[in-house]
Structure formats: structure tokens, C-alpha cells
């Protein structure tokens, strides 16, 4: 049961480079989310799509877009990349009060920006 | 900006002894919950405890919850090694129910010393 699978692991950029992290979930789950954390600042929310087709911005949005692509997968793309977006990101799940009102959360992709 | 704010940044302690962590938020919540983070992994849940609870135990973990001081802390019985993580409090605001866009603090970074 792999719960949520982030790719890449690790991915260091330049600066106005473009990337897309990936995020899929195998627990039918409607919610899904993406975060950065950053030393001392705790998780912020980037973007978070509560259910398949719709998809709204979080706190720290500026720089980032996403897509819904289906039900199990939720990206995220920096469409030029700068050193601000050095961070860790993760991706979490969660079906609300089906799931216990948990979030499930990704192992993280820890992202350069040189 | 953050709705959780926890207490202290970090905390250092023997094997054995008690770990108490608190966590401040700002608006009405739904539920609060903790997790932890072990050193470059994703966040796993560890519990809940909903607005109309005061105290909730799951094994060496017992939660409070006053809300009407909006604060909630979390206390961790005879510590092992093994607890040595970040831990984060996240709610689940009132004003965005039905998203489940989960809030998260700053963290409290415990270290627990054999």
C-alpha cells in the first residue's frame, strides 16, 4: 500500500528553469494538497484541489501553478524557477471525515534553486 | 499567515522524562490535530482531538484542548530515543470547513537524549 508517491526525491534547478513535481495517491481520496516548508515557517499551502476538476489557491500561490489530473494525481509546476523556491515540498491527501479527518502526507521533494 | 504557533522552537531531554508541547492558533477550529515529523520524512498524523473535547489519550500521547484560550498541548509520557522528531499542530478552521485545509504551526523540535 504506498499511501502518496511524490517524484523527484531531490531536483536541483537554475534559475528560470521549469519543472513539474508529481503527486499521486492510491487511497480514493477527493482532497489533495501541496505545501513547502521552509526552516522555522512550519508547512504553508501552496494550492490544494478538494475534489477532481477544481483546484484553489493556498497561502504562498505566486510562482506555481497546478493540474488535477485525475483523481489519484495532483502536479505542480514552477513555470521559472528562482532561489525563493528553494524549499521542501510535499504532497498530502485526505478524504475529510472518510479518512478521520487525517491528511496523509508524500515522503517530500527537496528542490534547489541556484 | 500561520494560524498555529508552538511552544517552545525546540526541546531537549533525557530518556524516560515527560515532553510537553504547546501549540496557540487564532480563529475557531473544527479539530485540532498533531503530527510528527522524523528528520527528512513526511508528516505522519498521531492524533485528533475535536472542539468539544478537552483531553484525549492515545497510548504515551495525551492532547488538551481550551479553547477558549485557543491553545492545545501535547504531552508525550516516559520518552525514548525513537521520539526524537518535529512536532506540528494543525487545525481545521471553522471559517474553511468542508476543504479540510488544514493549518499547520511552526513546529516544536523534540530531541530526546539515551
Known amino acids: 500500500n504506498a499511501g502518496v508517491t511524490q517524484t523527484p526525491k531531490f531536483q536541483v534547478l537554475k534559475t528560470g528553469q521549469s519543472m513539474t513535481l508529481q503527486c499521486a495517491q492510491d487511497?480514493?481520496?477527493?482532497?489533495m494538497y501541496w505545501y513547502r516548508q521552509d526552516p522555522g515557517m512550519g508547512l504553508r499551502l501552496i494550492y490544494y484541489?478538494?475534489?477532481?476538476?477544481?483546484?484553489d489557491k493556498g497561502e504562498v500561490p505566486n510562482g506555481y501553478n497546478v493540474s488535477r489530473l485525475n483523481k489519484r494525481e495532483f502536479s505542480l509546476r514552477l513555470e521559472s524557477a528562482a532561489p525563493s523556491q528553494t524549499s521542501v515540498y510535499f504532497c498530502?491527501?485526505?478524504?475529510?471525515?472518510?479518512?478521520?479527518?487525517?491528511?496523509?502526507f508524500g515522503a517530500g521533494t527537496r528542490l534547489s534553486v541556484l | 499567515s500561520q494560524q498555529g504557533e508552538e511552544d517552545p522552537q525546540a526541546l531537549s531531554i533525557q530518556e524516560g522524562e515527560n515532553a510537553t508541547m504547546n501549540c496557540s492558533y487564532k480563529?475557531?477550529?473544527?479539530?485540532l490535530q498533531w503530527y510528527r515529523q522524523n528528520s527528512g520524512r513526511g508528516l505522519v498524523h498521531l492524533i485528533l482531538i475535536r472542539s468539544n473535547e478537552r483531553e484525549k489519550h492515545s497510548g504515551r500521547l495525551r492532547v488538551t484542548l481550551d479553547t477558549s484560550k485557543k491553545s492545545s498541548s501535547l504531552l508525550i509520557t516516559a520518552s525514548r530515543a525513537a521520539d526524537t522528531a518535529s512536532y506540528f499542530c494543525?487545525?481545521?478552521?471553522?471559517?474553511?470547513?468542508?476543504?479540510?485545509?488544514?493549518?499547520f504551526g511552526t513546529g516544536t523540535r523534540l530531541k530526546v537524549l539515551a
Open positions: 494543525a487545525t481545521d478552521p471553522k471559517e474553511t470547513s468542508g476543504t479540510y485545509k488544514y493549518i
Open positions: 484541489s478538494a475534489s477532481e476538476g477544481t483546484t
Open positions: 480563529t475557531s477550529i473544527n479539530n
Open positions: 498530502a491527501s485526505t478524504n475529510g471525515p472518510l479518512a478521520k479527518n487525517i491528511q496523509y
Open positions: 487511497m480514493n481520496h477527493n482532497s
